[in-house]
């Protein structure tokens, strides 16, 4: 129960330092999408949702949230398919951000599970949930280092 209250204050610190940051977050080094595509819906995502703490560039620059007890850099997502053979891993990608990473044995995972926040803000229905998760997942696979 307590690690539930835990992570529930977590996500909400989080949500706050993230709308707060999202202006900081919107230049972004990556080749720019075409405007309507999933990928730059992915692209507006990432910039409201993750640049504050992956970085603008993808590559895990930025700092960890201030709510998080861990000093850990997030880690460069730019890089994901290299680390994964050479395949993106885009069920791992869309697992993450619908379900979170484990949690592991000391305390709550830092980032926030973005399939619980898509669905109370604003209110989304499963449908949109996946299909934001899907445009984040396509952006994400646009960025990987060649």
Known sequence: MRSKAIRNGL???ALLGFAGSARAAQENS???PKPGSSTASGLKLYNQKCAVCHGNDG???GPP???SPFTEA???LTTLTKRHNGAFPAAYVKSVLR???GV???GPAEMPVWGEVFKVTPKLDEAAVMARI???ANYLKSIQAK
Do not use: F, I, T, W
Request: glycine residues 8%; negative net charge.
């Open 30 to 32: 990556a080749k720019p």
């Open 134 to 136: 899907e445009s984040l």
């Open 11 to 13: 996500l909400s610190a």
């Open 99 to 101: 379900n979170g990473v």
């Open 65 to 67: 949230p201030a709510s």
């Open 104 to 106: 592991p044995d000391h």
């Open 59 to 61: 590559k895990g620059n």
């Open 74 to 76: 997030p880690p460069d």
